[in-house]
């Protein structure tokens, strides 16, 4: 998830606003930056992004009329038409994989723990719940508990969205994850051990609040570290791995659900996990950009940061630059950050996300993130095993595995949409998937009331629920928040998103159970199908097309 206080890191031209004319100015002599390294086709032509100098400098900084400095960033396919696009697309800069590798893995696995805890839950719930099974004396647990124990974690990622708004910055990305692995060491600790249903929800609160912090930082830190060839690529890989990670959950439950007090054993085996993480980024560098981040604001010493940042960048890139070209990029980078850093300084309280522009794109980005939980998400997924169970797969373990075969296929539709999203765009997929999430809800719906003989309609319906959530809500919701915010409120803005989807996902995900007692199973997933169709008419009015739009075009073309 995207958040509070990511700096563009596509920004290394700065040039200010007087009106200029190609004729002022040289052809620009290249210069590599580590920190967003472009590449030159064969014919020595620069990329699309660049450092441009003239015969007669200007200053990178000069005030607007309104008293700010503006930034702004040129492109070939601006000032050179055709050519300018050929030469940016004419090849990717080579880098290194070894060096990537564990700087994506370690903060991945933060999603990877997020994905098991849902996986897990879904077949602790029953374990749990057994006379025969649970290995307890307080097994009998009223609807209102069981939806604790399921949401508890929520929760917890509730406060730690919160917690991360105001301390990540300070903290850096590194050690807010090595934190975050922390809370879910002791979290999975404390809930595989409880003594009592008390001790229990402290331990899923505990582990919540790692999955906040994680959630918070692992995409910073992957942004902030990663070629810019493939940061795109590696940041939607960390849905995949929160895939893979309920999956995983799934395979555990599978194991342990036959077992005297085996829901013991799925909470806990995320501790491992975490302790793998945590010794993994406690071994990796701090963010670069964070370490200049903190020198623009005051809050380090400018030389001891770059000397830093020049660490960390030949760990992160093995090496591959000088130390001169290394330390001149990095003065470079201060300077980008500065004027970013300037053009946001303005942004002023949170009530400026409810106005004018930021308002429409709160309006999407928030709208989506809402309609991605309350459509029934968080049921679906917490809740897969019982809905199986009632659908006649009777025996714990058959359904658990059953449960496997919807992780599977929830992986593989995660692997189209992240192949194709920038194919087929924003829209299509969402519309597609919108529209199979509706008719699934609804297809439960009607088995429960009429269509009870047929348990394959059961699984039938959740596949097709799974595949349309992994192509469209799942994916896309939050590619769409990383992209719809200006950038004045783009920190604010996701913070704020990120709050609405913690927050309706531990409340859908306590309501479930309640509602399902009151309503009964058929007439709460017709109330989901009914809201995925309210959903979907959200989608064809409101969404907009971002695919091939630069961060500069989405501000100027779709939110005015």
Known sequence: MASCGLLPSSLTAIRATAPCTRANYKLPRRRHSPLDRRSTSKMGAPHAFQVTETADPQPLLRPAAGGHPRLRVRTHAQGEGDAGRGAAAEGDAAFAWAPVILPFLFPALGGLLFGYDIGATSGAAIS????????????????????????GSLYGALGGSILAYRIADFLGRRIELVTAAGLYISGALVTGLAPNFIVLIIGRLLYGFGIGLAMHGAPLYIAETSPPQIRGTLISLKELFIVLGILFGYLIGSLEIDKVGGWRYMFGCGAPIAALMA???????????????RAVQGKGSVEDNKKKAMQALRKLRGRSASDKVLADDIDDTIVSIKAAYAEQASEGSILKIFEGPSLKAFIIGGGLVLFQQITGQPSVLYYATPILQTAGFTAASD???????????????????????????????????????????????????????????????LLLYVGSYQVSFGPISWLMVSEIFPLRTRGRGISLAVLTNFGSNALVTFAFSPLQEILGPANIFFLFGAIAVFALVFVILKVPETKGLSLEEIESKLLK
Request: aromatic share 10%; charged share 10%.
């Open 128 to 151: 749990l719940q057994s006379a025969d099974l649970s290995g307890t004396d307080w097994f009998s647990l009223s609807s209102v508990q069981l939806g604790l124990v399921a949401s």
């Open 279 to 293: 010794i993994g980024m406690w071994t990796l560098p701090p963010s670069p950009k964070w370490l200049l981040l």
């Open 399 to 461: 359904a658990a595995k059953v449960s496997i075969l919807i992780g599977l296929f929830k992986l593989l539709m995660t692997g189209v949409a992240v192949l194709k999203v920038d194919d087929l765009g924003r829209r299509p997929l969402l519309i597609g998937g919108v529209s199979g999430i509706a008719f699934s809800l609804i297809l439960l719906a009607a088995y429960y009331k009429i269509l009870n003989n047929y348990p394959f309609v059961a699984v039938g319906a």
